[in-house]
């Protein structure tokens, strides 16, 4: 399984941007796809997942500022980051799991990751 991120780079606060995914080895449609970020000096967290019913969950501080998608077609899946904060500078990961399950999402929950796309807003 292979994942590949972009669309990172550096945006002033108040600013969009949108990552992608492209997802070879597995089907989005048919797997957990999980989108996570990691500050400097700062832990991994986790950001948002969708899973194969197309039912999305975020972490609490971003839903209302944050949309992951996928398209089926692409086999790639999205994150929409509107109304960026200096504070959302990060590097962003994509993950993909096969299966639901109880209490998702850590990183730990996923086993296959891509390398990474900066985005870096600044004030």
């Known amino acids: 399984v292979q994942l590949q991120a972009s669309g990172g780079g550096l945006v002033q606060a108040g600013g969009s941007l949108r990552l992608s995914c492209v997802v070879s080895?597995?089907?989005?449609?048919?797997?957990?796809m999980g989108w996570f970020r990691q500050a400097p000096g700062k832990e991994r967290e986790f950001v948002a997942v969708?899973?194969?019913?197309?039912?999305?969950q975020y972490a609490d501080s971003l839903k209302d500022r944050f949309t992951v998608s996928r398209d089926n077609a692409e086999n790639t899946v999205y994150l929409q980051m509107n109304r960026l904060k200096p504070e959302d500078t990060a590097v962003y990961y994509c993950?993909?799991?096969?299966?639901?399950?109880?209490?998702?999402?850590?990183?730990?929950?996923?086993?296959?990751w891509g390398q990474g796309t900066l985005v870096t807003v600044s004030s």
């Open positions: 080895g597995r089907t989005v449609s048919t797997s957990v």
């Open positions: 993950a993909s799991r096969l299966h639901w399950i109880t209490n998702c999402c850590r990183s730990s929950d996923f086993y296959s």
């Open positions: 969708i899973r194969s019913t197309g039912a999305k």
